[in-house]
């Protein structure tokens, strides 16, 4: 049980266009989900806190008008990365929340703006 | 400040050569201590959740244990497939994550 999916596994688009991630919570409902950023050989950076049905949270420094989050449903967050640009290049994860505090994550989504 | 601190940052072992990763934590009302693993190019694995000091948990070679201060991930006989980094978290009731930085394991053969 608690599998998280995230499509696609990896993207590589052109600089000003938008490219958007699905995350998807397959054998449980998860009210919120969360997205991180990682890059190589650092740990995960927190960008944002999706709640179902609600405005996501995002921390301090992160563009919520370039990184849009929607989660429409309980199994269904999805990041939309926009007019994105190279330093926009990164590992990009979601997790979904379990009920004991534990959060279950996605295998990740490579992005790579040329 | 609410902070994760593990050590040592890599570590490298022979196959069958026990040992311990260690996580120090502060935080203000801990609501869970976590363990993951993470390979390569992939996000980071469910091990763990530990609630209160004296708490143990283990899988395979993997015990976990928890004081008030500290969390240590201890690997039995590892064997090349413990090779991974091992991430330690701690949940404030926000249901944020606060992570450290990573143990980086090399197990060799």
């Known amino acids: 049980g608690a599998v998280v999916s995230q499509h696609p596994s990896w993207v590589i688009c052109k600089s000003g266009t938008s490219v958007k991630i699905e995350c998807r919570s397959l054998?449980?409902?998860?009210?919120?989900m969360f997205w991180y950023r990682q890059f190589p050989k650092q740990s995960l950076m927190l960008m944002a806190t999706s709640n179902e049905g609600s405005k996501a949270t995002y921390e301090q420094g992160v563009e919520k008008d370039k990184f849009l989050i929607n989660h429409a449903s309980l199994t269904l967050s999805t990041l939309t990365v926009t007019s994105a640009h190279p330093e926009d290049s990164s590992f990009y994860i979601c997790s979904a929340l379990g009920q004991y505090n534990e959060q279950f994550f996605g295998p990740g989504t490579r992005l790579t703006v040329l | 400040e609410d902070q994760v601190t593990q050590s040592p940052e890599a570590l490298r072992l022979q196959e069958g050569e026990s040992s311990s990763l260690n996580c120090s934590y502060t935080v203000s009302g801990l609501r869970g201590l976590f363990w993951y693993r993470q390979d390569p190019g992939k996000g980071p694995e469910f091990l763990f959740t530990?609630?209160?000091a004296g708490e143990e948990k283990e899988k395979e070679r993997l015990k976990a244990t928890l004081t008030k201060k500290e969390s240590f991930l201890h690997i039995t006989a590892p064997k090349p497939e413990d090779s991974a980094t091992y991430l330690c978290?701690?949940?404030?009731?926000?249901?944020?994550?606060?992570f450290g930085a990573g143990t980086r394991l090399a197990v060799h053969p």
């Open positions: 978290a701690v949940s404030n009731g926000y249901n944020k994550l606060i």
């Open positions: 054998d449980f409902q998860a009210t919120t």
């Open positions: 530990l609630y209160s």
